[in-house]
């Protein structure tokens, strides 16, 4: 009888269910946490030999994330920002959740670049196909940075982080600003497509669409002035002293721009009037956008008709006048219904039967 009573205590134990801890619902952002912790416990490391040189070597506590994959630090990323919302509730204000959600995001992601690794056979990917998925497609760590950014229902404090560290000059010096810029130019189309995506979507955060727009514009434009400045002519003036802006390429005969420099610079110019033409609806006639976007959007949209070469003067000024081009849908979109019809099915595919005069059975 007893031995009864406690086989049915242990097959009951064992049927009930764990309940959930902060371990077992955020197991990448623990995992990161302990090891931070324990990089912080440690007391100073004595210098150890080098063999090769048998001279002093640090040793460093990025060591110790080394085991470890791009993916996993941004689902550390993902599970920290949530474990940082819920401070919400504890009455905290919005904008001290945010420091600690970023805090946190700093701490995950901090010795990513040390990780990173780009496929190089992954073959380029079309932004259309780029939207979110419960298991993001293994075709390379910039396609999972690129997909976080462009996900609306990422955490908004994460996805700005990314962008605003995907360009030199925008975020203050760290790995991620030296670099995630050299990654995102190896995903060029991508990048841009990304942008292009966040700046014009009519439901995205206007804080972003704001930041897409100055991510955009320090892009490209960082790549105009890098071709101005490698024309000859340009580096003998850049040499002699003389100070000689990019804006001044508007008139590339009067400076002697070889042919090269004025194509490159050209090829430039067009993506801006790509550009363009994704963002002139924000202050379109009857925008509803909000008044950061829309004089962000102008902001841009001007500085582009009065200093880049390359644009289309007509149609800027027709943006800036309210006469918004038709929208482009970069979006994934479902497939269209076919609607019924009365016509008779088709019948190219089916196989022809004679049938024989006398009655018998078709002949194949």
């Given at each position: 009888m007893?031995?009864?009573?406690c086989?049915?205590?242990v097959?009951f134990l064992?049927?009930e269910?764990?309940?959930p801890t902060a371990?077992?619902r955020?197991?990448y ?7 931070v912790k324990?990089?912080?416990?440690q ?7 080098n ?12 060591e ?7 993916i996993?630090?941004?689902?550390a ?6 474990v940082?919302?819920q ?8 904008a001290?959740?945010?420091q600690?959600v970023?805090?946190n ?7 990513m670049?040390l ?8 073959p ?18 910039l396609?999972?940075?690129?997909i976080i950014i ?7 404090v994460l996805?700005r ?12 010096p760290?790995l991620?600003?030296?670099?995630l ?10 990048f ?5 995506a966040?700046?014009s979507h009519?439901?995205?955060?206007p804080?972003?669409?704001v930041?897409a ?12 002035e ?5 024309d ?8 002699s ?5 990019y ?6 005969d009067a400076?002697?721009l070889?042919?090269e420099?004025v194509?490159g610079l050209?090829?430039f ?6 550009f363009?033409?994704?963002?002139a ?7 509803i956008?909000d008044e950061r ?12 008709r009065?200093?880049?070469f ?12 309210g006469?918004?081009p038709?929208?482009k849908?970069i979006?994934?979109?479902?497939p269209?219904?076919?609607e019924?019809t ?10 022809p ?10 002949k194949?």
């Amino acid at each position: 009888m007893l031995l009864s009573t406690c086989f049915i205590i242990v097959a009951f134990l064992a049927t009930e269910p764990i309940a959930p801890t902060a371990r077992t619902r955020y197991p990448y952002w623990q995992m990161v946490e302990d090891v931070v912790k324990q990089i912080e416990s440690q007391p100073a490391r004595p210098l150890s030999i080098n063999d090769a040189l048998r001279t002093p070597g640090q040793e460093y506590p990025f060591e110790s994330f080394r085991h470890l994959r791009t993916i996993d630090l941004l689902r550390a990323a993902r599970e920290g920002a949530e474990v940082a919302r819920q401070q919400e509730a504890l009455g905290i204000s919005q904008a001290e959740v945010d420091q600690i959600v970023l805090k946190n995001i700093v701490t995950a992601l901090e010795y990513m670049p040390l990780i990173i690794k780009e496929n190089p056979d992954s073959p380029p990917q079309s932004s259309a196909k780029m939207h979110f998925t419960d298991s993001p497609p293994s075709k390379g760590d910039l396609d999972d940075l690129l997909i976080i950014i462009k996900n609306r229902d990422d955490d908004p404090v994460l996805r700005r982080f990314l962008l605003e560290r995907s360009v030199p000059g925008l975020a203050p010096p760290s790995l991620l600003t030296m670099s995630l810029p050299m990654y995102f130019q190896s995903r060029d189309i991508e990048f841009r497509d990304t942008l292009c995506a966040i700046a014009s979507h009519p439901g995205e955060d206007p804080a972003l669409q704001v930041d897409a727009i100055d991510v955009f514009m320090k892009y490209i434009l960082d790549q105009y002035e890098a071709v101005f400045k490698s024309d000859p002519k340009i580096k003998a003036l850049l040499e002699s002293g003389q100070s000689v802006s990019y804006t001044s390429a508007t008139d590339p005969d009067a400076l002697g721009l070889s042919s090269e420099t004025v194509t490159g610079l050209r090829r430039f110019g067009s993506r801006m009037n790509e550009f363009a033409e994704f963002i002139a609806g924000h202050i379109g006639e009857g925008s509803i956008r909000d008044e950061r976007v829309k004089a962000r959007t102008k902001e841009a949209l001007e500085f582009m008709r009065d200093n880049i070469f390359g644009v289309d003067k007509t149609a800027l000024a027709e943006y800036l006048a309210g006469n918004a081009p038709e929208p482009k849908n970069i979006f994934p979109m479902a497939p269209v219904p076919t609607e019924p019809t009365l016509e008779p099915p088709a019948q190219d595919k089916l196989i022809p039967v004679e049938l024989p005069a006398d009655g018998g059975p078709p002949k194949f």
